[in-house]
């Protein structure tokens, strides 16, 4: 899963339109001075984490589906509620409810919690950070976000 910020403009016009989304999609890139918003494989265990400390922030229902399957579209004021909910939930928060034999148990992907410990809870750490980065970032910039999964 990825994140990658758009003016509301352009968010616009790829959500409305199935052949403007491909095309923009085709030639975008992200603006160069953005913080990476690439999550890598740690969606799932971020989202078990986030739903566990009970945050209210919600990685896959708050977008709205772009007409390409794969990619969700956040507008400019979900990116901030967001943001600001990101911003009073310190990781330490999060951490408390790290529980690598309930992950795998539970097939929390990419099931590598038991194996990996607190090198799991580490390799979450670090994207979690991605994540506030990035909703900060878009969110001081009034900007969207295009999330992209797969």
């Known amino acids: 899963m990825s994140f990658n910020r758009v003016s509301a403009a352009d968010l616009e016009l790829v959500m409305k339109h199935k052949d403007c989304a491909e095309e ?5 890139t992200p603006p160069e001075a953005d913080p990476d918003g690439c999550l890598d494989k740690s969606w799932a265990g971020l989202k078990y984490l986030l739903e566990a400390a009970d945050t209210g922030i919600d990685l896959f229902f708050t977008p ?3 007409p390409i ?6 507008d400019p ?3 901030a509620y967001t943001a600001e909910l ?15 034999a309930a992950m795998d148990t539970t097939g929390v992907y990419p ?15 670090e994207n979690y950070a991605r ?17 992209s999964f797969g």
């Open 64 to 66: 709205r589906p772009l």
């Open 24 to 28: 923009f999609l085709d030639g975008y």
């Open 69 to 74: 399957d794969g990619y969700s579209g956040w």
């Open 77 to 79: 004021e979900d990116v």
């Open 86 to 100: 990101l911003g009073k939930t310190s990781f330490d928060k999060l951490a408390a409810h790290y529980d690598p």
């Open 111 to 125: 099931r590598i919690w038991l194996r990996d410990g607190n090198d799991g809870l580490g390799y979450l750490r």
């Open 131 to 147: 994540l506030v980065e990035i909703f900060e970032h878009a969110a001081r910039h009034q900007s969207g976000l295009l999330q």
